[in-house]
T-cell receptor
Framework: AQKVTQAQTEISVVEKEDVTLDCVYETRDTTYYLFWYKQPPSGELVFLIR??????QNEISGRYSWNFQKSTSSFNFTITASQVVDSAVYFCALSYGNQFYFGTGTSLTVIP | DTGVSQNPRHKITKRGQNVTFRCDPI?????LYWYRQTLGQGPEFLTYFQNEAQLEKSRLLSDRFSAERPKGSFSTLEIQRTEQGDSAMYLC??????????????FGSGTQLSVL
Protein backbone atom coordinates (compact mmCIF):
# COMPACT_ATOMS: atom_id res chain seq x y z
CA ALA A 1 0.00 0.00 0.00
CA GLN A 2 1.09 3.55 -0.65
CA LYS A 3 1.17 6.04 2.18
CA VAL A 4 2.56 9.51 2.81
CA THR A 5 3.09 10.87 6.29
CA GLN A 6 3.60 14.52 7.15
CA ALA A 7 3.94 14.48 10.90
CA GLN A 8 4.10 18.25 11.28
CA THR A 9 0.56 19.58 11.27
CA GLU A 10 1.40 23.24 11.83
CA ILE A 11 4.62 25.19 11.89
CA SER A 12 5.17 28.87 12.69
CA VAL A 13 8.41 30.68 12.00
CA VAL A 14 9.53 34.27 12.06
CA GLU A 15 10.34 35.81 8.72
CA LYS A 16 13.87 35.09 7.46
CA GLU A 17 14.16 31.91 9.47
CA ASP A 18 14.82 28.62 7.71
CA VAL A 19 12.20 25.89 7.97
CA THR A 20 12.15 22.23 7.00
CA LEU A 21 8.97 20.33 6.21
CA ASP A 22 9.20 16.58 6.68
CA CYS A 23 7.74 13.91 4.44
CA VAL A 24 8.00 10.16 4.91
CA TYR A 25 6.50 7.76 2.41
CA GLU A 26 5.75 4.06 2.15
CA THR A 27 5.64 2.01 -1.00
CA ARG A 28 6.70 -1.44 -2.14
CA ASP A 29 7.22 -0.30 -5.67
CA THR A 30 10.62 0.47 -7.10
CA THR A 31 9.36 3.00 -9.63
CA TYR A 32 7.47 5.94 -8.22
CA TYR A 33 7.46 9.72 -8.16
CA LEU A 34 7.42 12.16 -5.30
CA PHE A 35 5.97 15.65 -5.41
CA TRP A 36 5.56 18.73 -3.30
CA TYR A 37 2.58 21.01 -3.83
CA LYS A 38 1.76 24.35 -2.19
CA GLN A 39 -1.83 25.29 -1.37
CA PRO A 40 -2.26 28.99 -0.58
CA PRO A 41 -5.51 30.31 0.91
CA SER A 42 -6.96 30.64 -2.59
CA GLY A 43 -7.21 26.84 -2.67
CA GLU A 44 -5.36 25.98 -5.85
CA LEU A 45 -2.57 23.44 -5.42
CA VAL A 46 0.61 24.72 -7.04
CA PHE A 47 3.28 22.30 -8.24
CA LEU A 48 6.71 22.82 -6.69
CA ILE A 49 8.84 19.81 -7.56
CA ARG A 50 8.78 16.28 -8.95
CA UNK A 51 11.40 13.62 -8.25
CA UNK A 52 11.54 10.06 -9.55
CA UNK A 53 12.64 7.14 -7.42
CA UNK A 54 15.88 6.65 -9.33
CA UNK A 55 17.15 10.15 -8.84
CA UNK A 56 18.34 10.86 -5.31
CA GLN A 57 20.18 13.99 -6.23
CA ASN A 58 19.14 16.89 -4.06
CA GLU A 59 17.73 19.93 -5.75
CA ILE A 60 17.82 23.62 -5.06
CA SER A 61 15.58 26.21 -6.63
CA GLY A 62 16.08 29.68 -5.25
CA ARG A 63 15.14 29.62 -1.59
CA TYR A 64 13.69 26.10 -1.89
CA SER A 65 15.64 22.88 -1.56
CA TRP A 66 14.68 19.24 -1.38
CA ASN A 67 16.45 16.31 0.24
CA PHE A 68 15.47 12.87 -1.07
CA GLN A 69 16.78 9.86 0.85
CA LYS A 70 15.56 6.44 -0.21
CA SER A 71 17.31 4.80 2.73
CA THR A 72 14.93 6.55 5.11
CA SER A 73 12.02 6.92 2.65
CA SER A 74 12.03 10.65 3.17
CA PHE A 75 11.62 13.61 0.87
CA ASN A 76 12.06 16.73 2.98
CA PHE A 77 11.55 20.30 1.85
CA THR A 78 13.51 23.28 3.19
CA ILE A 79 12.67 26.94 2.74
CA THR A 80 15.60 29.24 3.39
CA ALA A 81 15.05 32.79 4.60
CA SER A 82 11.30 32.34 4.79
CA GLN A 83 8.95 35.10 3.68
CA VAL A 84 5.36 35.93 4.54
CA VAL A 85 4.31 34.82 1.03
CA ASP A 86 5.49 31.32 1.90
CA SER A 87 2.55 30.97 4.31
CA ALA A 88 0.44 28.13 2.95
CA VAL A 89 -0.32 24.46 3.37
CA TYR A 90 2.31 22.24 1.81
CA PHE A 91 1.53 18.73 0.62
CA CYS A 92 3.90 15.92 -0.12
CA ALA A 93 2.56 13.32 -2.56
CA LEU A 94 3.54 9.93 -3.93
CA SER A 95 2.57 9.04 -7.47
CA TYR A 96 2.31 5.50 -8.67
CA GLY A 97 0.38 4.47 -11.72
CA ASN A 98 -2.59 6.73 -12.21
CA GLN A 99 -3.04 7.92 -8.67
CA PHE A 100 -1.55 10.43 -6.32
CA TYR A 101 -1.37 9.71 -2.62
CA PHE A 102 -1.22 12.92 -0.65
CA GLY A 103 -0.10 13.47 2.90
CA THR A 104 -2.26 15.41 5.31
CA GLY A 105 -0.27 18.58 4.74
CA THR A 106 1.77 20.96 6.87
CA SER A 107 0.37 24.40 7.49
CA LEU A 108 3.20 26.93 7.50
CA THR A 109 2.75 30.39 8.95
CA VAL A 110 5.53 32.92 8.47
CA ILE A 111 5.24 35.74 10.96
CA PRO A 112 6.50 39.15 9.83
CA ASP B 1 -6.36 32.28 -18.66
CA THR B 2 -5.00 28.87 -19.58
CA GLY B 3 -5.31 27.21 -16.16
CA VAL B 4 -7.86 24.72 -14.87
CA SER B 5 -11.18 26.40 -14.23
CA GLN B 6 -13.85 25.18 -11.82
CA ASN B 7 -17.38 26.44 -11.31
CA PRO B 8 -18.95 27.34 -9.03
CA ARG B 9 -16.36 28.31 -6.41
CA HIS B 10 -18.87 27.80 -3.62
CA LYS B 11 -22.09 25.83 -3.40
CA ILE B 12 -24.46 25.69 -0.46
CA THR B 13 -27.26 23.18 -0.66
CA LYS B 14 -29.78 21.43 1.53
CA ARG B 15 -29.48 17.77 2.33
CA GLY B 16 -31.18 15.66 -0.27
CA GLN B 17 -30.68 18.07 -3.14
CA ASN B 18 -28.64 17.32 -6.24
CA VAL B 19 -25.59 19.40 -7.17
CA THR B 20 -23.39 19.55 -10.24
CA PHE B 21 -19.91 20.95 -10.58
CA ARG B 22 -18.03 21.78 -13.74
CA CYS B 23 -14.34 21.60 -14.59
CA ASP B 24 -12.64 23.01 -17.66
CA PRO B 25 -9.13 21.56 -17.95
CA ILE B 26 -6.15 23.01 -19.73
CA UNK B 27 -7.08 22.64 -23.38
CA UNK B 28 -4.32 20.31 -24.55
CA UNK B 29 -4.53 18.01 -21.52
CA UNK B 30 -6.12 14.64 -22.18
CA UNK B 31 -6.36 13.46 -18.58
CA LEU B 32 -8.76 14.90 -16.05
CA TYR B 33 -9.00 14.00 -12.37
CA TRP B 34 -11.46 14.68 -9.60
CA TYR B 35 -10.30 14.81 -5.99
CA ARG B 36 -12.07 15.54 -2.72
CA GLN B 37 -10.43 17.39 0.15
CA THR B 38 -11.81 17.79 3.64
CA LEU B 39 -10.50 20.15 6.31
CA GLY B 40 -7.08 19.16 7.56
CA GLN B 41 -6.65 16.41 5.01
CA GLY B 42 -4.88 16.00 1.72
CA PRO B 43 -6.79 15.53 -1.52
CA GLU B 44 -8.30 12.08 -2.01
CA PHE B 45 -8.65 10.57 -5.44
CA LEU B 46 -12.20 10.11 -6.75
CA THR B 47 -11.95 9.34 -10.45
CA TYR B 48 -10.10 10.14 -13.65
CA PHE B 49 -10.69 10.34 -17.37
CA GLN B 50 -8.46 9.68 -20.33
CA ASN B 51 -10.11 11.79 -23.00
CA GLU B 52 -13.83 10.91 -22.69
CA ALA B 53 -13.29 7.50 -21.09
CA GLN B 54 -13.64 7.16 -17.32
CA LEU B 55 -10.86 4.72 -16.53
CA GLU B 56 -10.78 4.47 -12.78
CA LYS B 57 -13.06 5.17 -9.85
CA SER B 58 -12.24 5.19 -6.17
CA ARG B 59 -14.23 3.26 -3.59
CA LEU B 60 -14.97 6.73 -2.16
CA LEU B 61 -17.20 7.36 -5.16
CA SER B 62 -20.56 6.05 -4.04
CA ASP B 63 -23.48 5.39 -6.37
CA ARG B 64 -24.74 8.90 -5.67
CA PHE B 65 -21.72 10.33 -7.47
CA SER B 66 -21.40 10.41 -11.23
CA ALA B 67 -18.86 12.06 -13.45
CA GLU B 68 -18.85 12.66 -17.17
CA ARG B 69 -16.48 14.11 -19.69
CA PRO B 70 -18.35 14.36 -22.97
CA LYS B 71 -16.13 14.83 -26.01
CA GLY B 72 -13.06 14.71 -23.82
CA SER B 73 -13.19 18.39 -22.96
CA PHE B 74 -14.89 19.76 -19.83
CA SER B 75 -16.12 17.44 -17.08
CA THR B 76 -19.04 17.49 -14.68
CA LEU B 77 -19.33 15.87 -11.28
CA GLU B 78 -22.85 15.33 -10.00
CA ILE B 79 -23.83 14.36 -6.49
CA GLN B 80 -27.36 13.14 -6.03
CA ARG B 81 -29.28 13.23 -2.75
CA THR B 82 -26.50 15.09 -0.99
CA GLU B 83 -25.60 14.23 2.58
CA GLN B 84 -23.82 16.34 5.17
CA GLY B 85 -20.81 14.07 4.84
CA ASP B 86 -20.44 15.25 1.24
CA SER B 87 -19.37 18.68 2.47
CA ALA B 88 -15.84 19.15 1.18
CA MET B 89 -13.69 20.90 -1.40
CA TYR B 90 -13.93 19.19 -4.77
CA LEU B 91 -10.79 19.66 -6.80
CA CYS B 92 -10.27 19.09 -10.47
CA UNK B 93 -6.87 18.53 -12.05
CA UNK B 94 -5.63 17.88 -15.53
CA UNK B 95 -2.46 16.55 -17.09
CA UNK B 96 -0.89 15.61 -20.39
CA UNK B 97 -1.31 11.97 -19.45
CA UNK B 98 2.23 10.84 -20.07
CA UNK B 99 1.53 7.54 -18.39
CA UNK B 100 4.19 6.04 -16.23
CA UNK B 101 6.32 9.12 -16.13
CA UNK B 102 5.05 10.82 -13.01
CA UNK B 103 2.78 13.23 -14.78
CA UNK B 104 2.44 16.63 -13.19
CA UNK B 105 -1.09 17.56 -12.20
CA UNK B 106 -2.42 21.08 -12.66
CA PHE B 107 -5.18 21.87 -10.20
CA GLY B 108 -8.12 24.22 -10.27
CA SER B 109 -9.16 26.32 -7.28
CA GLY B 110 -11.87 23.86 -6.36
CA THR B 111 -15.56 23.99 -5.55
CA GLN B 112 -16.38 24.24 -1.85
CA LEU B 113 -19.59 22.33 -1.13
CA SER B 114 -21.54 22.89 2.07
CA VAL B 115 -24.51 20.61 2.72
CA LEU B 116 -26.86 21.97 5.38
Amino acid sequence: AQKVTQAQTEISVVEKEDVTLDCVYETRDTTYYLFWYKQPPSGELVFLIRRNSFDEQNEISGRYSWNFQKSTSSFNFTITASQVVDSAVYFCALSYGNQFYFGTGTSLTVIP
Amino acid sequence: DTGVSQNPRHKITKRGQNVTFRCDPISEHNRLYWYRQTLGQGPEFLTYFQNEAQLEKSRLLSDRFSAERPKGSFSTLEIQRTEQGDSAMYLCASSLGDRGRGEKLFFGSGTQLSVL
